[in-house]
């Protein structure tokens, strides 16, 4: 049975590779890239991210007007009026009445006093493009293309750009299988007449083929743990299981955040009506120890709130505020030690994936980038120095009763991750559709 079952995950392990073997090259690439791209951007352009500090800042509206008077006006418009009682609009309704010019996705104050304030508007394909100011006198500094500006594409290819939720489940798609492969590996590995230690040592001298499998296998198990960590931890930013399966569960669970998320995109207009409530929030904000660098956020749905959230704290202590879009007022203020254990451990996620603890854990997700990478391309030279001849070398079907525990593993992970379990089901069907029409080499 033992070697017929191994016999069995092989096959479907080899099936999983094809899956996965793009979407971690795919992650990988976007994902380092966005590691450093900030870096990049400040050494590409020093006159546009760095100035010198003198003085006391102007207002933050001086400076994002100054940010918003170069954007183009024309295009991007948008109406979201509703009328209040005779016909009068309301000021909420007025203040969301016409959404004009391209998005603004978010606007940076610095928390070094020597770097420029940045404001990110909006393509019509969605990238943002930076425009930086300088903030002691709300002077703009110059702007890049969303070509240009790094941190921004590659966020965007690495979440699914330009597909949007298609984009999203092809990656969570991505992710369940790679999940699959990480579990059906240590499987493969676990050592059958060698010591645990032994088996993650290399093996140099028993021919080519044995040492590039090794060199496959132990790394995958030394970073098995990291890969599930990751794997996991980016599935709350898909759109359907984090927008759908994860949103039921904390709604069932009592689990919900506090604070929830802003994605930006107010227009242009949107955001000039909301100028003065800005400044009002942000000298709040302040008044109560947050700053001095702060993320802001205006979504651009009618009477969203300001999104104010302090980029200085450790990660471990974020903090958000609310802000009424008409008055400034604070109406939420709330910390990450406040928010229940889901969001909390959500937004933990999010932190170690960009890298937010500080150099070493900018390193280590580039060291487990890389990794991700070596097994790709060892583990297709492995493939092409056992396939037979020149065929395809697919492992053999493998006429096997399904173990009742592999049963039951295989519906847990399907009921958790639906859409891989949809696929798992897809492939079966088309397997056995294809049954006798194609004999694999063995």
Known sequence: ?????????????????????????????????????????DQRHPSLRFVEA??????????????????????????????????????????????????VAEVVLPGDPGRSTTVLLLTDSGLPWPV????????????????????????????????????????????????FMIV?????????????????????????????RDLHATVAVLFSAVFLFFLVSALPWTSFWGGQVLSRVQSLLGQQGSAGFSPGGASTGRMEEV????????????????????????????????????????????????GDPVTGRVVWDVSRTDEPAIPR????????????????????????????VWLSVTGALSW???????????????RIGWPRPLVAAACLMGAVLPLFGASVLLLLAVERSLRGRFVPRS
């Open 384 to 398: 092409l120095m056992r396939r037979p001849g020149r065929g395809w070398g697919v492992p053999p079907q493998v």
């Open 54 to 103: 003198r003085g006391m800042p102007a207002p933050v509206s001086a400076q994002v007007a100054a940010a918003l008077a170069t954007a183009p006006q024309t295009g991007g418009t948008r109406h979201s009026a509703s009328q209040g009682h005779g016909g009068h609009s309301t000021p909420a309704a007025q203040a969301g009445a016409e959404q004009r010019g391209p998005g």
């Open 184 to 212: 059906s590996g240590l499987y493969l590995w676990w050592p059958r007449g060698r010591g645990f230690l032994a088996a993650l040592v290399p093996r140099l001298h028993q021919g080519r083929r044995i040492l590039v």
């Open 132 to 179: 930086f100011v300088d903030p002691y006198g709300a002077r703009v500094l110059g702007a890049l293309t969303a070509a240009e500006w790094l941190p921004g594409w590659s966020r965007a290819l690495h979440g699914g750009w330009p597909l949007g939720a298609a984009g999203s489940w092809l990656l969570e798609l991505g992710a369940g299988w790679a999940i």
């Open 1 to 41: 049975m033992d070697g017929r079952l191994y016999a069995m995950l092989w096959r479907w392990h080899f099936l999983a590779a094809l899956i996965v073997v793009p979407f971690v090259l795919w992650q990988s690439t976007t994902g380092t890239i966005y590691l450093w791209a900030e870096r990049l951007v």
């Open 275 to 322: 100028l003065r409530p800005i400044d009002s929030l942000v000298a709040e904000a302040r008044a109560r120890g947050l700053g001095p660098g702060m993320s802001i956020r205006l979504a651009p749905w009618p009477n969203a709130p300001l999104y104010l959230m302090s980029r200085d704290n450790p990660p471990a202590d974020d903090r958000v505020l609310l």
């Open 345 to 372: 451990t959500v937004g933990f996620g999010i932190h170690v994936h960009q890298g937010d603890f500080g150099a070493w854990n900018v390193w280590l997700n580039t060291a487990f980038a890389l990794s991700l």
